[in-house]
Nanobody, 122 residues
């Protein structure tokens, strides 16, 4: 069983940066695919990025170049560095994890955190 806790969200201005963290507890987290999703008010939860157990990464097309996902397996933590933030990045950001799967599909992720709010003002 894996538990995930996100942190690092907040209120920032357009153009600012934020670094989200996802702290995981549970065995063998380093062998899981970890991902970030986000959900804006009134919209579906969308894929942001994932990182595999071999540190392969993949991003939503619209976020390439601004967002970077990384992981520190020694600390069981996954990060999302977000630069040049825009008002349309405002959403609740969720960390998710799954073992033996590499996917952008929300429904394939077995474990989820409760989310952290990111608000970008113009």
């Amino acid at each position: 069983q894996v538990q995930l806790v996100e942190s690092g969200g907040g209120l920032v201005q357009a153009g600012d940066s934020l670094r989200l963290s996802c702290a995981a507890t549970g065995p063998l987290f380093s062998t899981y695919t970890a991902a970030w999703f986000r959900q804006a008010p009134g919209k579906e939860r969308d894929f942001v990025a994932y990182i595999t157990w071999t540190r392969g990464t993949y991003y939503a097309d619209s976020l390439k170049g601004r967002f970077t996902i990384s992981r520190d397996n020694a600390k069981n933590t996954v990060f999302l560095q977000m630069n040049s933030l825009k008002p349309e990045d405002t959403a609740v950001y969720y960390c998710a994890a799954v073992r033996d799967v590499v996917s952008t599909a929300t429904n394939l992720y077995a474990y989820w955190g409760n989310g952290t709010q990111v608000t970008v003002s113009s």
